[in-house]
């Protein structure tokens, strides 16, 4: 597979080309070597490209962190309030927002890794930029849970910890998804959402 | 808090004390620069040690990260063998599994992470080794979970996608797990129990 099959599809509105191939470049030094351990040398190495030509789109490897970050989020957030602002009951909005979750992190589990695992090395306000979105993607699944709570459709004994749990359980495919395993994504999407519905106490009233 | 403290206890058998120091320094070397921007001489220093005295105890950096990740595989399969080998029936067993399964995780979160992040740096004989050991910790919830279905306590769509998904829910504490956040390990354990049980569908019946 190719470095850029293997990140997918998730940067093809980065341009121009050469910035796109930086990131995809970016993401996969970092998921081999980790941030840290990585340059912007050699990120440039894996693109064609040499440094000089890397510092015309990006100015340091945090920047490059920091786009990657961003796209992936904004996506997470996307896909999570189509979810919630969905047709349908509680149990088909989170059923919905938990496949398309699921199946982002398989696909990308490559970025995803870097996204989870690098948050730390953000600069400070990148961070900070960083943290409002992940509120919003809780915000959006929690808005979910709580609208079945209202209708008596789920039974759940905490709201937020609750939230807390099937984020984690989706984000966490990224960690042991692996694309030769026995599962699909999007069969993993089917079971993980039949396991959250369990989880809040769907259909059992 | 003392880099020894917010590694836990975890630690205890290794010994000579200088090994002992070692493992901590590295744990926490690994869990902020990654593994390969990590070098001896860092974990050295981290230490209070000479490059010269840790080659006494580690012949490699390689070395002490397969010592971090053996000691925490051999606990995670030592504490979920007990659950599984536990008194009562398959939803106390799994209750009991989870939760410290979960609370290990939320105390030895640093620990946690590098043993989870840093697998694909093994060499192939340790990884392969590693490897065996988390079969058995899989092994472990898979019993219970089949045990609980083959009693009529349990109905579960897929005994081994659900292992997955519990095991993967707990080991993800230990990405998010903050101990300054509002909630401590026993609560986080308690609460995952619940959900635990929810997803194997105990009690319905």
């Known amino acids: 597979m190719s470095a850029e099959a293997a990140t997918g599809e998730a940067w093809e509105d980065i341009t121009p080309d050469a910035a796109r191939r930086l990131v995809v470049a970016a993401v996969q030094a970092f998921a081999e070597r980790g941030y840290h351990a990585t340059t912007t040398r050699d990120i440039a190495g894996r693109a064609g490209m040499s440094p000089a030509a890397l510092y015309i789109h990006y100015k340091t490897k945090e920047e490059l962190l920091y786009q990657i970050s961003r796209v992936g989020h904004l996506r997470s957030l996307a896909m999570l309030?189509?979810?919630?602002?969905?047709?349908?009951?509680?149990?088909?909005?989170?059923?919905?927002?938990?496949?398309?979750?699921?199946?982002?992190?398989?696909?990308?589990?490559?970025?995803?890794?870097?996204?989870?695992?690098?948050?730390?090395?953000?600069?400070?306000?990148?961070?900070?930029?960083?943290?409002?979105?992940?509120?919003?993607?809780?915000?959006?699944?929690?808005?979910?849970?709580?609208?079945?709570?209202?209708?008596?459709?789920?039974?759940?004994?905490?709201?937020?910890?609750?939230?807390?749990?099937?984020?984690?359980?989706?984000?966490?495919?990224?960690?042991?998804?692996?694309p030769a395993g026995r599962r699909t994504p999007d069969e993993v999407g089917a079971l993980y959402a039949d396991l959250v519905l369990r989880m809040v106490g769907a259909g059992r009233r």
């Open 81 to 178: 309030g189509e979810a919630r602002d969905g047709e349908g009951g509680a149990a088909d909005r989170l059923a919905s927002a938990v496949r398309a979750f699921v199946r982002w992190h398989a696909e990308h589990h490559t970025t995803g890794r870097v996204v989870q695992y690098e948050l730390g090395a953000l600069a400070p306000d990148h961070y900070a930029e960083i943290v409002v979105l992940r509120r919003q993607s809780e915000d959006a699944i929690r808005t979910i849970i709580a609208d079945g709570v209202a209708a008596g459709d789920f039974d759940v004994p905490e709201v937020s910890g609750t939230t807390l749990a099937v984020l984690s359980l989706c984000i966490d495919v990224a960690r042991w998804f692996n």
